[in-house]
């Protein structure tokens, strides 16, 4: 019986439907749904120190303009540079741990169809300063200060992480520490204990009187009982410093306060982050012997740390690229970025500052030459 009562209801309701449907003499279009919006993908290929802070910008960036899809992908700065020169993708946005990557490989570097070079501009938008990142569980974690960290870095059974100088500049900036250190303390045996038989191809360190050369071979490997931990990138070693498979790594401070690491605070003069100390840091340089670069001899001088970012000439969205830049350099922007305790420049220097979007030239200022 039950039965029954629910089939006459169900036939009256839809008999009432059907009746609605015809008053009027008239059927009403069944409704559409809404067509899904096409975005713009917007590539962006940046150093990995940057994940944590444009992550967070890419949200903010994608709320303002829902129309445009971010798309970031994350590698060592001179990884990122060959993406663009070498490996010739369509990048939009190029964001750089060293901003003199990009005169060095994109000023240098054409476009193959239009013989264009890759970019003629740069903005210098951020600063960090390098420090040593460990754990409470490291060796020696309780004893390590910032007068002995090179000691204990020395010991055999402490293993030291180091991004890879070929491909990352955090791993030519800590060779640079270690220079920068002995110049500190006027003493001049404090490269040779961390780094003198670990590589199947040394690194060495050449001193004159006002330069110090650190040469990196073009094949960098580890002995097999080595106490170094090499990888592609800075950020490959925060997970192995997480899980006890390192003891130590020089990291920028912004991605130590980041993960929650110890940090010890390098001496001003070594962590390349003042300007105050820019004559000091320009006494050691870092050459790479690449093969793969032959018509550029890759050469780091020491320098205060500075972020660079372009848009390269061959971008397939110009327009949207300038926007997220534009929207980088905004107080928002800002805001987000230090949150994630990652300064920026102010102002933001640029080079080649006539060959930049101009909707950007209002933000920046020319560099001085």
Known sequence: MRQKTLAFILTVALLGLGLGACKGGQTPAPTKAPASVEKTPLVVFAAGSLIIPFADLERAFE??????????????SIQVMRHVTEIHEEIDVVATADAALIPMLMYASTVPETGEPYADWYIKFASNHLAL??????????????????????????????????????????LMAFSLMENTLGRYDLFGPVFDGQFTFPVTSFRDDDLTTITVPEILETESDSHIVLRGGSIMLIALLESGDIDYAFEYES???????????LPEKVNM?????????????????????????????????????TIPANAPHPDEAT????????????????????PLFDPFPVDGYTNMPGSLQALCIPAEP
Do not use: C
């Not at 754990?135 to 890879?164: C, F, M």
């Not at 340089?285 to 205060?304: I, M, N, S, Y």
């Not at 534009?326 to 990652?342: C, K, Q, T, V």
């Open 133 to 174: 990142a460990y754990t409470p569980q490291s060796k020696y974690a309780s004893e390590i200060d910032a007068d002995n960290w090179h000691e204990i870095l020395a010991r055999p059974d402490v293993k030291l992480g180091l991004s890879d100088p070929r491909f990352d500049a955090s791993g030519y900036r800590t």
């Open 273 to 309: 982050g003042e300007a105050d100390f820019e004559s000091n840091y320009e006494a050691v340089q870092v050459d790479l012997d690449f093969q793969r670069f032959a018509t550029v001899k890759p050469q780091f001088r020491g320098e205060r740390i500075g972020y660079g970012i």
């Open 63 to 76: 709320a303002r303009y829902p129309d445009i899809d971010v798309q970031a992908e994350y590698h060592g």
């Open 323 to 342: 926007l997220f830049i534009a929207f980088l350099l905004s107080p928002e922007g800002r805001a987000i970025m230090e949150a994630d305790y990652h």
């Open 255 to 265: 991605v130590i306060r980041q993960h929650g690491l110890e940090m010890l605070a």
